[in-house]
């Protein structure tokens, strides 16, 4: 998937011998490394090579849904709020990113 993209962190935790590749910076986003949807397995980098599950198999059907309703309301209500500056909005979604992340 041309959309699938790793962060800087996840990148220098992992081998790229023989890959061609290309980096930029960009505003946001999520690193999809650990994502066994994006990325095969032996692809993944130290942090994240141990994880061959997805997420929302781990969890039952109502945790999963409540976990899912909480996360967005969080983010929605992060993302909009009318008194966080567009810096602050985004220091707030790398942090919700690392939190998921980890």
């Known amino acids: 998937d041309p959309s699938c993209a790793i962060c800087h ?3 220098i935790h992992s081998d790229h011998t023989g890959h061609d590749y290309w980096m930029f ?6 690193c999809d490394c ?7 397995p032996e692809g993944f980098c130290c942090k994240h090579s ?6 929302e198999e781990e969890l039952g ?9 909480a996360l967005r309301t969080v ?10 500056s567009s810096d602050d909005k985004m220091e707030a979604a ?3 990113t690392n939190l998921c992340a980890s």
């Open 9 to 11: 962190d996840c990148f």
């Open 25 to 30: 910076s960009s505003g946001g986003g999520c």
């Open 34 to 40: 650990g994502d066994v949807e994006a990325w095969k």
């Open 50 to 55: 141990g994880h061959k599950s997805r997420p």
């Open 61 to 69: 059907h109502a945790a999963r849904t409540a976990a899912e309703a």
């Open 75 to 84: 983010t929605t209500e992060t993302l909009h709020s009318p008194t966080l």
């Open 94 to 96: 790398r942090w919700l």
